[in-house]
């Protein structure tokens, strides 16, 4: 079973620049992660999608930060403009059933790492 | 609110030594517990969790870990670790009702030959 891919693995940018991130789930997983991990910290949730609805994106910082999951599948995350502290890993993770609870394990990819020159 | 205090930031150990990472927690409703383990450049894998019953869960690569109520704990401990398990620990917590995790800010075990 293939796992969850991202891409780009790395991206550098400057400052005011966009920025779009890719990630594919692992088949048939209804529902999608995205977290933010800066170095030092543990990740922190950014977006949780199920199928192609979002469920809590209270912790996105919507004036920059935007996500989409096109048809319940792909999802791509969009920083316009960029920060200096936006530098990070951005993970994308799915887990299997329709409910996103605390009991479905969640499959991490191997992330985006951005720097923002 | 809930929140997860890993109380070590870095953690060296000889191989075959044992091993214990700790993990705090705190949260007002009844809680899901995890490990997670990121090798470098990798995503992070699950080690194991704590849903309910047995306090004393066992997981991959020969973890375990003991969810602690009183004390509110859930520390991750392995008997004899190996070279390549060195690797960075995050422990986290979800709740009832909650959907994410909160993750602490990570342990790296560095096992020495």
Redesign the interface.
């Known amino acids: 079973e293939a796992?969850?891919a991202q891409s780009p693995r790395y991206k550098i940018i400057e400052k005011r620049q966009s920025v779009a991130f890719w990630c594919n789930p692992i088949s048939g997983h209804a529902t999608l992660?995205w977290y933010q991990q800066i170095l030092?910290?543990?990740?922190?949730?950014l977006i949780?999608f199920q199928n192609n609805g979002v469920?809590?994106d209270s912790q996105l910082p919507k004036d920059r930060f935007s996500a989409e999951r096109l048809k319940g599948v792909d999802s791509t995350l969009k920083i316009q403009p960029a920060k200096l502290e936006d530098s990070a890993v951005y993970?994308c993770?799915s887990s299997s059933t329709g409910s996103?609870?605390?009991?479905d394990?969640?499959?991490?990819?191997?992330?985006t790492r951005l720097t923002v020159l | 609110a809930q929140s997860v205090t890993q109380l070590d930031s870095q953690v060296p150990v000889f191989e075959e030594a044992p091993v214990e990472l700790r993990c705090n927690y705190s949260s007002s409703v009844s809680v899901y517990l995890f490990w997670y383990v990121q090798y470098p450049n990798q995503g992070l894998q699950l080690l194991l969790k704590y849903l309910s019953g047995s306090t004393l869960v066992k997981g991959i690569n020969g973890f375990e870990a003991e969810f602690n109520k009183s004390q509110t704990s859930f520390h991750l401990r392995k008997p004899s670790v190996h070279i390549s398990d060195t690797a960075e620990y995050f422990c986290a917590v979800t709740g009832a009702g909650r959907r994410a995790l909160t993750f602490g800010s990570g342990t790296r075990l560095q096992v020495q030959p």
Request: proline share 12%; charged share 10%.
């Open positions: 796992g969850v992660y030092g910290q543990g990740p922190k949730l949780q469920v809590d993970l993770a996103g609870g605390p009991t394990t969640q499959y991490f990819g191997p992330g």
